[in-house]
């Protein structure tokens, strides 16, 4: 089938087209750019994603990774430990598309 090698090369981290993210709790399938953050790409469809500081330092948009991969901006250290990111967690605010992507936030209970 080259329909999905087609696809594959469209969606690199290069692509301009970037990716598409569902967000778990609401249902709603967004547009991210590679070069954007998963929050801000939210924001920009109306999408009312828990956040405060937006640069990786308060932990209010933490999330759950359910599907895709995701390069991460620079973050304060305590906020996304090592073993939550091993285990699929994520900041919204600092998570940059590398696929499409399922994901859900979390909160401040889902620590
Ligand atoms: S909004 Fe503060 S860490 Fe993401």
Redesign the pocket.
């Known amino acids: 089938m080259s329909a999905p090698a087609r696809a594959s090369r469209a969606k690199s981290p290069k692509s301009p087209a970037g990716f598409q993210v569902t967000i778990g709790n609401t249902g709603a399938l967004i547009r991210c750019a590679a070069d954007e953050t998963v929050?801000h790409a939210a924001m920009r469809a109306g999408i009312d994603y828990p956040?405060?500081?937006?640069?990786?330092?308060?932990?209010?948009?933490l999330s759950q990774l359910v599907a895709g991969k995701v390069a991460m901006l620079p973050?304060a250290d305590a906020?996304l430990s090592p073993e939550q990111a091993a285990s699929g967690k994520t900041?919204?605010?600092?998570a940059m598309p590398c696929s499409d992507l399922s994901i859900r936030w979390l909160g401040r209970t889902g620590r």
Do not use: F
């Open positions: 929050l956040h405060a500081c937006a640069s990786g330092n308060c932990g209010m948009c973050r906020t900041l919204a605010c600092r």
